[in-house]
T-cell receptor, first 111, second 115 residues
């Protein structure tokens, strides 16, 4: 059982559509990060959120950390083919060295 | 500046053999972490080294080991390979030791296939 569950696992959408990816847990995290991984490459950090209820925007991407710091969401507006990739959430519990990764959401944006 | 460099990028081994993977972190980064990525389990933490000392270890058997050199370069070794060890092994570096909320910079990975 994954400590961080991501949904959906796969998403195939048309260019211009909006989408939301969810990252859920029953545990509390002191911080949560979102990474994007493209084929043949390592994950690249998109954002870090540390405060419950925090919202961060990165161009067309909006990240939210749940009030209880147990969940997070990533919303993409007007998706583009360049957004295609594997999106990973990763959380760290208080005083924990371990960065726990979610199962990932594989996104395909069709032109 | 140069990113995290992992070698080799691809390798094929047979069961029972051992393998050594290498990671050169970004210049100035003293922390190196290793992760195993498989389709079924996702990204799993193996261990972290900081200033030549293993500071943290994940839940992997003793066949998985590593070390860090004085120049911060790191190697990981897997002995007595099993089919289930087939995976993408990712190395990540950061300036600070874990835990911190800073960014992990990942290499492109070493893809190991065990036959």
């Amino acid at each position: 059982t994954q400590l961080l569950e991501q949904s959906p696992q796969f998403l195939s959408i048309q260019e211009g559509e909006n989408l939301t990816v969810y990252c859920n847990s029953s545990s509390v995290f002191s911080s949560l990060q979102w990474y994007r991984q493209e084929p043949g490459e390592g994950p690249v950090l998109l954002v870090t959120v540390v405060t419950g209820g925090e919202v961060k925007k990165l161009k067309r991407l909006t990240f939210q950390f749940g009030d209880a710091r147990k969940d997070s969401s990533l919303h993409i507006t007007a998706a583009q083919p360049g957004d295609t990739g594997l999106y990973l959430c990763a959380g760290r519990m208080d005083s924990s060295y371990k960065l726990i990764f979610g199962s990932g959401t594989r996104l395909l944006v069709r032109p | 500046k140069a990113g995290v460099t992992q070698t080799p990028r691809y390798l094929i081994k047979t069961r029972g053999q051992q393998v050594t993977l290498s990671c050169s972190p970004i210049s100035g980064h003293r922390s190196v972490s290793w992760y195993q990525q498989t389709p079924g389990q996702g990204l799993q933490f193996l261990f972290e080294y900081f200033s030549e000392t293993q500071r943290n270890k994940g839940n992997f058997p003793g066949r998985f080991s590593g070390r860090q050199f004085s120049n911060s370069r790191s190697e990981m070794n897997v002995s007595t390979l099993e089919l289930g060890d087939s995976a993408l092994y990712l190395c990540a570096s950061s300036i600070l030791a874990l835990p911190n909320t800073g960014e992990l910079f990942f290499g492109e990975g070493s893809r190991l296939t065990v036959l």
